[in-house]
């Protein structure tokens, strides 16, 4: 009975009915049963799968089973707001697509996706969308004609170990791996009843104050973005500044490394998170911000939950600045062996990691007339993404990359 | 820090390496990964998996998945205490056998298996045995050399929703699935600190207390083993009466339906579980009852937890005798109508559900002289169990089955 209440209770919250609505592991469980079963399901139709750019890890992963087993994967796009285009995710259908994915809102960045627009597309197509939508469903029912919807309880607040898989009627699914009679066959092994109804309490609650915390937290955020590019030099907000989650804010600090800025912070009693927070424990940059084609480098995403005070965004924003400062101070000087050669200012960073490249790039760019290049040769993969930035960021020219001996040669054109 | 405490903690109760071993989100799913894992870590040697016959829901589950993906699946038998014999699984190894699963003790009848000697035979034959430990984890560590082991913590009194999974250095395992970088790639999702943290603890708190704890338990259900067939006129109980689990005690109860007496002892304040507690909502007699060759009709599980009281075994024995005749007496006298025909009496029980169809025979029997037939006819899949246990229980000799013209039919000759 207990069961039965928490559904109908996370069903009403969702928008669905109760029935097509089961309690998974986690939200990862979720969108890999989610995916694996309508790929199974639509498997005739064919082995096309669609996702944006900028989904979260455990949608990526997914994909990346199904190319391995021989399925088709195609990445949508974002712009440079973290957004994908509807027309692009439109162009981007096709006859034997299986499934396409695209989330509510970016985990990283706070956007949120034109999801009904989307859904719209798809369903005019014939084509399934799976939404997963952790990061807004505390928020609010995810609008549009969607057919699959993932969540997590424990990002609205609710405890670890739940997750929701809904799957409206009429959506050809096939649950894969060993399967017993509960959840619909969908979810296999002991229901997890006190965190069950743990969430779906919580969903409920947090949803009673939602439109109004939202404003609050909206506020909050907007100080955020407003304020730090004028306290902390070379900075850079990423994401929509209108079409965003109320509690997220993201920015990247030039020439800073993100983990030591992050121990800063924590020292000063806030905990941020940088890049892709998920997975943050591997050193590549974050595929949302390389996505985007924004600097990645010294990448901080404020998260403010429910209830944060105003007085605690403030004191931020008063540690931020120096925060920033020392970590920059740290790495200010690094040795940097430079030789003009056929008119080309070499900086040599191989086995330097991020931000020292950009720290080089910016330190020479002077030393160099306007219309002379600098050589920058990297083996960090983060100069990829970082360097560009900063030629966008500086009014500098990118010209392109080329292999070197060793790591990548990036050309970059002094205009001012 | 927590995790890895955690991880430490259960490694130790387990015996096995911190390294070794992973936090999944359920017993379920550990199993599920597990022998997914070791399938296709193993696949070039071959795709022969073994299973007992009685081991839990979720190994027959994937390997029906196995079955179903065209591997191959010997199940060995058991005997009538739920045993496997060390040489009937040794017979049953084969060149091309990925994988064997042998439970630590039946999660129905509380029968411990030969563990450690099937482990030996194994290592020997150079197949990894998984073990499922759900239900003696708490107890203590599994003995003998085993490859993999699989545990949940709510069996041990913690919480839902965390499983442990242990791959034993050197076993070929490739994980199934799409993960990411947590749990050593086999577990993926976002951990569940707080219960993991929980289960580790539990773990240890039950057992500072297990070896005192089992001899007193064991006292209890030896107890009841050793009253209800006193109490209860045509009680088989099941289980070795030795190597056994400490708190679990099996005993079917002849012409009753388990249902009726779960509830009329729900009603007197007792929650025993009836057939496969697991799966209880599906009316198929329980897989383990059958490969026992017992009788499974009227058939309560009785589960003592940690504490239980004596007194309330004492009070449980009371309830009992009058809880079963009620029930005898409810479904007592159904009309019959039997025709005798070439001298065999015939019992007509078509659409009659279990203990229905044994009910009729035992009413009949009588009435043919010795060495006459009875012949009775249904439909009920729990029949094809509960008649020859019941000529068994009886001394009366059960002849045989053979098609009819609707269902099946029971030939029974008086011996008696």
Redesign the interface.
């Given at each position: 009975m207990l069961l039965d209440a928490a559904r109908e209770a996370a069903a009403e919250a969702v928008g669905c009915r109760a029935d097509e609505l089961v309690f998974t592991?986690?939200?990862?469980?979720a969108v890999?049963s989610g995916v694996?079963g309508v790929l199974a399901g639509r498997r005739r139709v064919g082995r096309h799968l669609m996702v944006s750019a900028v989904e979260h890890?455990?949608v990526l992963?997914?994909a990346?089973?199904h190319e391995a087993g021989g399925g088709a994967v195609t990445q949508v796009p974002v712009d440079r707001a973290g957004a994908v285009s509807v027309q692009g995710f439109a162009d981007a259908l096709r006859a034997d697509t299986a499934l396409a994915c695209l989330q509510s809102a970016n985990h990283e960045v706070g956007t949120e996706q034109p999801v009904a627009e989307v859904a719209g597309v798809c369903r005019e197509a014939g084509v399934p969308l799976l939404v997963d939508a952790a990061q807004s469903l505390g928020w609010g029912p995810v609008e549009g004609d969607w057919s699959v919807l993932t969540g997590?309880a424990?990002k609205w607040g609710g405890?670890?170990?739940v997750?929701l898989l809904v799957v409206r009627k009429g959506v050809r699914f096939a649950a894969q791996?060993?399967?017993?009679?509960r959840e619909s066959g969908r979810a296999?092994?002991?229901?997890?009843?006190?965190?069950i109804v743990a969430a779906a309490a919580s969903l409920r609650a947090v949803r009673a104050e939602a439109a109004q915390e939202a404003v609050r937290l909206r506020e909050l955020t907007e100080r955020i973005r407003a304020q730090v590019p004028g306290l902390v030099p070379d900075v850079e907000v990423v994401g929509d500044p209108v079409r965003r989650l109320p509690g997220i804010v993201t920015f990247s600090c030039l020439y800073v490394d993100g983990e030591t800025l992050l121990h800063e912070l924590d020292r000063a009693g806030f905990s941020v998170s940088s890049g892709s927070s998920?997975?943050s424990?591997?050193l590549t940059p974050s595929h949302v911000l390389r996505a985007m084609g924004v600097l990645s480098e010294g990448n901080v995403r404020v998260s403010l939950p429910f209830g944060t005070a105003a007085e605690d965004v403030e004191r931020f924003l008063e540690v931020l600045p120096g925060a920033v400062a020392g970590v920059r101070e740290k790495l200010g000087a690094p040795t940097t062996e430079t030789v003009v050669r056929d008119d080309v200012l070499v900086v040599d960073s191989l086995g330097k990691l991020c931000p020292i490249p950009v720290i080089e790039l910016a330190k020479v760019i002077g030393d160099v007339p306007v219309g002379g290049l600098v050589r920058v040769i990297a083996d960090d993969e983060a100069a990829r993404l970082d360097i560009p930035a900063w030629c966008e960021m500086r009014g500098q020219e990118y010209v392109g990359e080329e292999p070197a001996t060793e790591g990548t040669a990036y050309l970059v054109r002094r205009v001012s």
């Open positions: 592991s986690s939200g990862t469980k890999h694996a890890s455990s992963h997914a990346d089973v997590s424990h405890p670890s170990g997750g791996g060993p399967a017993d009679e296999a092994g002991f229901e997890n009843i006190p965190a998920c997975t424990s591997t």
